[in-house]
């Protein structure tokens, strides 16, 4: 079922789905959780040596020492995401300029997506502005999201789409990812989370998923599925052990 998905998603799948031979997998799978049609976030391996963008990790104490030194010149922003009961959301918070922008992403996105389609939205509204020959400065706390944007192996959709906007924007500008330590008491960070929280209590409105199903949730699905389908063989085993006639 694994294997039947991700073919069929990075459109390798020849022919249509049957209901016979081992590709009727497919066609169980989409039966049971039609989201799963939806388009995936992941993506076949891809590769992307040239960064037109820096990435920076500063150790804690940097920040505790020097945390003014660090966001003192150029065009400062922080950016956020957060993953509640409620629902997902991102946050952008921009020091220079004054900017908030807070985004509903549904309920299907991961904690992934959320740390990183704020970063996108980020440079997105930087190439609107059409800056030229600045210091741009995105600081996020997703450790996680710039070690990918680093990676030059790209496997995400999102990432793909933040890192080809990022490499636009450093075209015309110095582009820096820093990374700042949450819940520390840095002012931009605390801001972004909060535009993040609001983001995330907010409805959604538009399809799902919003920003392509994570690859997490296919494989959730297909667990339950196995799960099911054990329990329904071991107690058509049971009743076989007791004299009855399975169903």
Wanted: proline letters at 6%; charged letters at 25%; one cysteine or more.
């Amino acid at each position: 079922m694994r294997a039947s998905y991700r073919v069929k998603q990075w459109g390798q799948w020849r022919g249509r789905v049957r209901d016979e031979g081992h590709v009727c997998v497919l066609s169980q799978l989409v039966e049971r959780d039609k989201l799963l049609e939806a388009p995936s976030d992941k993506l076949p391996p891809t590769y992307v040596f040239k960064k037109n963008f820096t990435v920076e990790i500063p150790s804690r104490e940097v920040w505790n020492r020097d945390s003014d030194a660090l966001v003192s010149q150029g065009l400062v922003w922080f950016t956020d995401g957060s993953k509640t009961l409620e629902g997902t959301g991102a946050g952008v918070r921009g020091v220079r300029p004054r900017v908030e922008l807070s985004f509903p992403l549904g309920k299907h996105a991961s904690v992934f997506q959320a740390e990183m389609f704020p970063i996108f939205a980020c440079v997105s509204e930087n190439l609107k502005r059409r800056y030229s020959n600045q210091h741009i400065q995105i600081c996020t706390d997703g450790q996680a999201t710039l070690h990918a944007l680093k990676s030059p192996r790209i496997t995400s959709q999102v990432v793909l789409e933040c890192t080809n906007s990022l490499a636009e924007s450093g075209q015309r500008n110095k582009v820096r990812l820093v990374w700042v330590p949450g819940h520390c008491g840095v002012t931009g960070n605390e801001e972004a989370d909060a535009l993040a929280r609001q983001g995330s209590s907010d409805t959604f409105t538009g399809p799902e998923p919003a920003v392509g199903l994570p690859y997490s949730y296919p494989q959730g699905s297909i667990d339950n599925w196995t799960r099911e389908k054990c329990q329904v063989d071991w107690s058509r085993g049971d009743r076989v052990a007791a004299g009855q006639a399975p169903n």
